[in-house]
């Protein structure tokens, strides 16, 4: 086994008292050979004589394997094929001749890690074309702590680099008016459309197969008297759902309207007060299920439960409906909310396109008789694509870079803008009071660690506990909501901090001195201790000048240890309730950020810091190494 010192990451090794292994190697081979001078005889080899060539041979074969570490690491990011047989004697000595060479036997797929064959060799007399002693260290293997892994060897699940501006997108945008989409037939059960009483959620076949909707005082021939005639029981919920409505995820919805026939008997002259609002199947779904006859509370349990319907509604009054006539009801903020959902595909299978609305009445004696035939929802609405964006202009999306797909679209708030010129010379992506939203192309299920680097100009202006990087569930009312969250990367006071679980268990660091408007690192990991399978978190700024742990999280009682599951990602603000907005932004300037689902190792994480070090000049000089030296056997 051999210990090979990984080199501080400070830029001038003599600063480190560090001495080339080679000088030390040649000294040992000088004293070796005044010692076989020493104890020659006549020109006889006796045994000190030979081991001392032995050793000659020896010492050459590890000045081999250490010469080739110092030059695979000098060379440009392992641009190393060996070191062919090299003399170690000078022309003084006219009596033997020591070589070294090393041999590459083996390259990893990175580049970054060889398996070496050093060999000494002596040859007697100097002239001869044979070594008479020959010694090799056979597969050592050698690795480089130049700066030359990149992110993308780690397998990010997302990477956002805004140095690279072609990841930087504004918007275009196109208005569309699509058909009209109708639906609903006298004496057929659709199926998309529903009368259910609004105490209970009942229904009835009657009033399944009618030819109307009764808004909202039900109808006794679909019902009963005593129920028709009694106000604690008499109103209706009634609902529509609409299916192939393909409007684009995130589109602004510039109108939609529901067109309903007014029918037989008139609507009495009494004020009918009532509210529109959308509805969805789940939290995590927007698209609703037909609806079943005979099936209970299919309307009622979405009017009263806050995740399965819009925060968004139409308020409605009305004094009559002739026969005769036609009645919109506008419906356009219900139907923005629905398609900015993350969870809206306007054209996937089962469910998709599928667009519910509710009618409750919150007020008034009237009554409304309506067709349900023919019923119609119109949209126009402007479908908003990516294009590339200039300096100082919006930014609509910012592009993942890791393969994954996994694009940071404008969510909430003010959206950020492009800034050239900025830290080291780059450009920046400038957050002020908006945050992005990535919708994970893969879902994160049952993850327990997790690795963040940010490249930060902060301004430290927003909220107090702004959210740099923030994971969520599209069901989760919030990032602090159990195992449907994490916050990896958040602000705290003048500093930084993370947490694991319900913002309960979290490390802190404080910038000292104040790294507000600077170029600044943050670092942020959980891994699992082995010691106790507990998570540790830990915060570091600047490549460990300033750092903190917290050990021993344990949320929750085991078995199963908690984990988490997340399907999106917040950058520069989060979420809270479903589709509101939050005040959790972290504002200021973002070269980069760059999102790991594992735990780097102690290595891994300073040669990524070391990255982000050279690349945004964060520092006027490299950082210090504080990870134990890496094991490397000799094989």
Not at 507 to 523: D, E, I, Q, R
């Amino acid at each position: 086994m051999k210990y090979l010192y990984r080199p501080s990451r400070a830029s001038d090794a003599k600063e480190e008292g560090y001495i080339m292994p080679t000088i030390i190697i040649l000294i040992v081979i000088m004293t070796s050979i005044a010692y076989a001078t020493l104890v020659q005889a006549n020109n006889s080899l006796n045994l000190s004589y030979k081991q001392s060539y032995i050793q000659m041979a020896r010492e050459a074969s590890k000045a081999a394997i250490d010469y080739a570490q110092e030059q695979f690491d000098n060379a440009n990011c392992g641009n190393y094929s060996g070191t062919g047989e090299t003399s170690l004697t000078g022309a003084s000595n006219s009596r033997y001749r020591v070589t070294m060479q090393a041999d590459v036997q083996n390259t990893s797929t990175d580049g970054f890690e060889k398996t070496i064959i050093g060999t000494g060799r002596l040859y007697l007399p100097k002239a001869s074309s044979n070594a008479l002693y020959v010694f090799d260290i056979r597969s050592e293997i050698v690795r480089t702590y130049a700066v030359c892994k990149t992110p993308d060897n780690f397998a990010p699940l997302a990477w956002y680099d805004a140095s690279n501006i072609n990841t930087l997108k504004g918007s275009t945008t196109t208005t569309t008016v699509p058909p009209v989409t109708t639906y609903g037939t006298i004496n057929d059960s659709t199926r998309d459309t529903l009368e259910e009483r609004a105490d209970n959620g009942t229904q009835t076949l009657a009033a399944w197969q009618s030819n109307d909707f009764e808004m909202h005082d039900c109808d006794a021939s679909e019902f009963s008297t005593s129920i028709c005639n009694s106000n604690s029981t008499k109103y209706l919920n009634d609902g529509m759902i609409f299916s192939s409505v393909n409007i684009p995820k995130n589109s602004v919805i510039s109108s939609a309207t529901i067109k309903l026939a007014c029918a037989t008997p008139a609507g009495s002259s009494g004020t009918l007060n009532q509210r529109i609002y959308g509805f969805y199947k789940s939290a995590s779904s927007p698209h609703p299920d037909l609806f079943t006859q005979g099936a209970s509370n299919q309307l009622k349990t979405p009017l009263s439960t806050a995740a399965l319907h819009t925060s968004a509604f139409t308020s409605v009054s009305s004094n009559n409906c002739p026969p005769g006539n036609q009645t919109v009801f506008d419906v356009t903020s219900a139907a923005q909310e629905i398609v900015n959902n993350p969870n809206w595909d306007p054209t996937g299978a089962g469910n998709g396109g599928r667009m519910g609305f509710a009618f409750t009445r919150s007020s008034g004696s009237g009554s409304r008789h309506l067709l349900k035939t023919g019923n119609q929802l119109s949209i126009s609405y402007s479908s908003v694509t990516a294009s590339p964006v200039a300096n100082t202009g919006t930014l609509f999306e910012w592009d993942d870079i890791s393969g994954n797909g996994n694009h940071a679209r404008s969510a909430f708030g003010t959206s950020p803008t492009r800034q050239d010129n900025q830290i080291n010379g780059k450009t920046v992506v400038r957050f002020n009071n908006g945050s992005l939203l990535a919708s994970l192309v893969n879902a994160l299920s049952g993850k327990r660690e997790m690795t963040v680097f940010a490249v930060l100009k902060p301004t430290f202006t927003g909220g107090s506990s702004g959210r740099v990087v923030s994971g969520m569930s599209a069901a989760g009312s919030s990032d602090t909501s159990n195992s449907n969250s994490i916050i990896p990367m958040m602000g705290f006071g003048s500093g930084f901090s993370n947490s694991y679980d319900n913002n309960t268990d979290k490390a802190n660091v404080t910038c000292s001195p104040n790294c507000a408007n600077l170029p600044t690192l943050v670092t942020s990991l959980f891994n699992i201790d082995t010691t106790n399978d507990k998570i540790k978190a830990t915060i570091k700024v600047n490549g460990g000048a300033l750092t903190n742990s917290l050990p021993g999280i344990d949320p929750g009682t085991p078995p199963p240890k908690y984990t988490y599951s997340i399907d999106q990602l917040y950058l520069g603000g989060t979420r809270s309730g479903a589709g509101a907005l939050s005040s959790g932004y972290f504002n200021g300037d973002y070269g980069e950020i760059v999102v790991y689902d594992h735990a780097l190792s102690c290595h891994e994480i300073e040669d990524l810091e070391e990255y982000f070090h050279a690349k945004w000049a964060i520092a006027p000089s490299q950082w210090i190494s504080t990870c134990p030296p890496d094991n490397i056997p000799t094989l």
